[in-house]
């Protein structure tokens, strides 16, 4: 089956930092990925939609400053959390499809600003 | 527009006996249900999908769910809990029409009693 992976799995940093979140499409081409974030005991709130070599695309009330993301090639997007905060302390995790309705779930990756 | 309601925040159930997890959707057009299954401190595992084919779809694990239009409805069962089945799982709706957005249901967390 399809493979998404996600990297690091796990981050800590302090205020003030950024942090960089890749996900990674292992055997397949994937022209869409999305960005969710997951919340203590909540469901996924999907960020954004990302296509390959385009701008990606915001939920509403997501700063897309600040949550930077980069769809550079057809097995690759990243997340990049500028100036993370506490508040920005979340489980993130990506999906990928190549183009039909199943999307394809990476595991992952907790951050944790301190 | 799409929605997803899934009935029950929190089911408990004992070791062998048969699960049920409700989930009812809305969709403005024909709808791809998808179920996927998190564990603590996991990313999603995909279980099963309906994306207008048999209505009633097979997946991992030996659970199984029922597409019933009339109903808009789309339950997950299990005819026999295991420990290992205890998770969070979620009911997912995807609309056709080119764009894979899709709407996640708030979660079921299933509780297996030995």
């Known amino acids: 089956g399809a493979v998404v992976s996600q990297h690091p799995s796990w981050v800590i940093c302090k205020s003030g930092t950024s942090v960089k979140i890749e996900c990674r499409s292992l055997d397949f081409q994937a022209t869409t990925m999305f960005w969710y974030r997951q919340f203590p005991k909540q469901s996924l709130m999907l960020m954004a939609t990302s296509n390959e070599g385009s701008k990606a695309t915001y939920e509403q009330g997501v700063e897309k400053d600040k949550f930077l993301i980069n769809h550079a090639s057809l097995t690759l997007s990243t997340l990049t959390v500028t100036s993370a905060h506490p508040e920005d302390s979340s489980f993130y995790i990506c999906?990928?499809?190549?183009?039909?309705?199943?999307?394809?779930f990476g595991p992952g990756t907790r951050l944790l600003v301190l | 527009a799409q929605s997803v309601t899934q009935l029950d925040s929190h089911v408990s159930v004992s070791e062998g006996t048969p699960v049920l997890l409700r989930c009812n959707y809305s969709s403005s057009y024909s709808p791809s249900l998808f179920w996927y299954v998190q564990h603590p401190n996991k990313g999603l595992q995909l279980l099963l999908k309906?994306?207008?084919?048999?209505?009633l779809v097979k997946g991992i694990n030996g659970f199984e769910a029922e597409f019933k239009k009339s109903e808009t409805s789309f339950h997950l069962t299990k005819p026999s809990a295991h420990m290992s089945d205890a998770a969070e799982y979620f009911c997912?709706?995807?609309?056709?029409?080119?764009?894979?957005?899709?709407?996640f249901g708030i979660g079921t967390k299933l509780q297996v009693i030995p």
């Open positions: 309906y994306t207008s084919a048999a209505t």
């Open positions: 997912v709706v995807s609309s056709a029409g080119g764009y894979q957005k899709v709407t």
């Open positions: 999906s990928a499809t190549g183009g039909r309705e199943t999307q394809y």
